[in-house]
């Protein structure tokens, strides 16, 4: 009898660890993981989009903004500035340790509004910069780039590469 007991307990705790409902992410799962990541690279995106924006709008010697743009700027800034602190939010919740420090490296990284055109341009190639090591240890954590045992997808990945230098250098 116990021993029918002992079995019926064991497939019933196999089949309630087996359970995963669809559609719905585990919390840390590459799912969530890749969605929180897409959603803070979108609200980078917005608030590098909102900088170049304010730093286009600038007019004149003394690089001033047109007063009836400053509403709009400061609009835009701050819907794009929510976003992030949600979508960092996010990251800090599911990502691993070296894509969190990535994602607040790219966060420090934004460019300052208060720049002159020439450093504007220089904040900005850090700022592109820290965005392609953010998305390069995101591919990493989610695993896109080709396993070493992945000898078919590893030589595809090779030989892209030797093509897209290739062709940039001629």
């Not at 509403?71 to 500035?81: F, M, P, Q």
């Not at 602190?85 to 070296?98: K, V, Y």
């Not at 208060?114 to 953010?134: H, I, M, P, Y």
Request: charged share 20%; glycine share 10%.
């Amino acid at each position: 009898m116990s021993a029918g007991i002992r079995a019926a307990g064991q497939v019933t705790a196999s089949l309630m660890g087996r359970y995963r409902p669809q559609g719905v992410p585990r919390v840390g799962s590459a799912e969530e993981r890749g969605q929180a990541y897409r959603r803070f690279l979108d609200a980078v995106a917005r608030v590098g989009s909102a900088a170049n924006w304010l730093n286009g709008q600038r007019t004149g010697p003394q690089d001033t903004v047109a007063e009836h743009t400053v509403e709009e700027a400061i609009r835009r800034l701050t819907d794009a500035g929510d976003e992030l602190l949600g979508a960092m939010s996010g990251i800090r919740l599911c990502a691993p340790a070296f894509v969190l420090e990535k994602a607040e490296a790219l966060t420090r990284a934004l460019p300052n509004f208060g720049l002159d055109r020439a450093e504007f341009q220089t904040a900005q190639k850090e700022f592109l910069a820290a965005q392609s090591a953010f998305l390069d240890v995101a591919r990493h954590d989610l695993g896109y780039n080709p396993k070493w045992y992945s000898v078919g997808a590893w030589w595809t990945a090779r030989t892209y590469r030797k093509q897209a230098a290739g062709s940039a250098g001629s």
